[in-house]
Nanobody
Framework: QVRLVESGGGLVQPGGSLRLSCAASGSGFSLNAMGWYRQAPGKQRELVARISSDGFTKYYADSVKGRFTISRDNAKNTVYLQMNGLKPEDTAVYYC????????WGQGTQVTVDS
């Protein structure tokens, strides 16, 4: 059974950086586009960034454009989210998601930006 496991979250000061990883078990990772989402307390889950299956096409939400970078290593079955210039409003639980046709979510990793 395929699973997604996020890691790399934590507490960071404003302006700091974190790198999130999402490791996929099982086969077929390179066939699917992947996305990073986040959900802050009291807010809806929102798309942060998405990357195509081959890694060439990327999308970023306006709120993170220029600060976050999504990438993937299909040989390692892993997608990454490099987050620079973090702001308090980036505080949320971050989830990776495998895109349709079979959607799969990870369990999430907490990112807290606070001085």
């Amino acid at each position: 059974q395929v699973r997604l496991v996020e890691s790399g979250g934590g507490l960071v000061q404003p302006g700091g950086s974190l790198r999130l990883s999402c490791a996929a078990s099982g086969s077929g990772f390179s066939l699917n586009a992947m996305g990073w989402y986040r959900q802050a307390p009291g807010k809806q889950r929102e798309l942060v960034a998405r990357i195509s299956s081959d890694g060439f096409t990327k999308y970023y939400a306006d709120s993170v454009k220029g600060r976050f970078t999504i990438s993937r290593d299909n040989a390692k079955n892993t997608v990454y989210l490099q987050m620079n210039g973090l702001k308090p409003e980036d505080t949320a639980v971050y989830y990776c998601r495998r895109d349709p046709p079979v959607v799969l979510w990870g369990q999430g990793t907490q990112v807290t930006v606070d001085s």
